[in-house]
């Protein structure tokens, strides 16, 4: 992790707040989802840095102090029950993107398969273990095997396969349960009707 990384995450994040703002002084309060979501993506980023420099030991400088004083505010409104405008305004219509758990979820799936390709892993069908385990169909399987894997998750199959399996096997169980799994939507259409 670098300086200039964690440099260069401070100011996309004060960049898309300064647009958020700007956008919501200009349409009197109504701000676009797209841009309320930019910088919620931004503020993530901003966090996972945070977060892998101080496991490191390291505390980053310069500290998001203005970020941490608007994410108290926010975290004034929700104490009271209130659910502030940078949190109602990312609502969309429509399919929605995996959120983080889930976006862990198929991390792990997406590690697992890598690890074994990689040989770091004995299983010679990675994509069925990955299909059966969290109940999607194989394209989705072969697309997840693709995808980029989160450096702490990355790490994990380098220096502990075995935790790996297991972190992968558990969060197969979640995701097919409580994810987009056709069994999830199945359940989750269950509830609704009742």
């Known amino acids: ?36 979501r930019e910088w919620w993506e931004r503020v993530g980023t901003l966090l996972d840095l945070y977060i892998s420099i101080a496991k490191s030991g390291a505390s980053p400088t310069p500290q998001p102090l203005e970020l941490l004083f608007a994410l108290k505010g926010m975290a004034g409104y929700l104490a009271v ?70 450096e702490s998750i990355r790490m994990l199959a380098d220096s502990d396969p075995d935790d790996l399996i297991g972190q992968t096997f558990s969060a197969g169980e979640i995701y097919r349960q409580a994810g987009r799994s056709s069994l999830a939507v199945v359940n989750r259409n269950k509830r609704q009707s009742k």
């Open 1 to 36: 992790m670098s300086d200039l990384q964690w440099l260069e995450a401070l100011r996309l994040e004060r960049e898309a707040r300064g647009k958020l703002a700007a956008e919501d002084e200009t349409n009197k309060g109504a701000v676009s989802s797209e841009v309320c």
């Open 81 to 150: 029950g209130q659910i502030p405008d940078p949190i109602s305004d990312v609502r969309s219509r429509g399919a929605t993107q995996p959120g983080p758990t889930e976006r862990r979820h198929i991390a792990f799936a997406s590690a697992y398969i890598q690890a074994a390709k990689a040989g770091k892993i004995d299983d010679p069908k990675p994509i069925k273990r990955i299909q059966d385990h969290f109940g999607v169909v194989r394209q989705t399987a072969q697309k997840w095997g693709k995808r980029e894997v989160p």
